[in-house]
């Protein structure tokens, strides 16, 4: 398993190689996938943006999910970060798109989504689309890193089967 800083290197490429521009949305890990890209020199030529949107409001006013939604499932759950994989395509100028949105620790957590609990969604404009929900271990920073590598990890898994 790759460390963060030389997987966010390799993605870089191959998001380079197939001409992608990422865009991410988060909630949890607070901005934290958009550094351990950005923490690459040249990141700008496959990197537009990110959005960190760890409110509720910030989730609604920046990438459009909806009020309805958020009520419904709650912030962590499949339905918003599709919501939040979706908007943020819609609001940059990215092609391939990843949220996330968790409980990192030490409260919030329930017996429905005890702490740990990490909903994640991609999304590209080719089509592809992935959403998942893992429960890490670990105190908050753990929970945070694990699930910046994660996020990072099956995009660069997609991108790397691109290439078979």
Known sequence: MYTIQVLSEQLGHLLAKHQHILVTAES????????????????SAWFDR??????????QEMIGV??????????????????????????????????????AGPGGGSED???GTVCFAWKACDGWNKVETN???GD???V?????????????DYLSMEDR
């Not at 550094?35 to 990141?43: F, K, L, M, Q, R």
């Open 144 to 156: 945070r890193q694990q699930a910046t590598h994660h996020a990072l990890q099956v995009i660069y």
């Open 113 to 115: 989504k005890p702490v």
């Open 50 to 59: 990110a959005f960190v949107t760890y409110s509720n409001e910030a989730k």
């Open 66 to 103: 909806q009020s309805e939604t958020l009520v419904k499932f709650g912030a962590v759950s499949e339905p918003v970060v599709i919501e939040m994989a979706d908007g943020a395509l819609q609001n940059s100028n990215g092609t391939i798109s990843v949220s996330i949105s968790g409980i």
């Open 28 to 43: 949890c890990t607070g901005g934290g996938v958009a550094t351990a890209i950005t923490d690459i020199a040249g990141s």
């Open 140 to 142: 908050r920073s753990q």
């Open 135 to 137: 429960v890490f271990t």
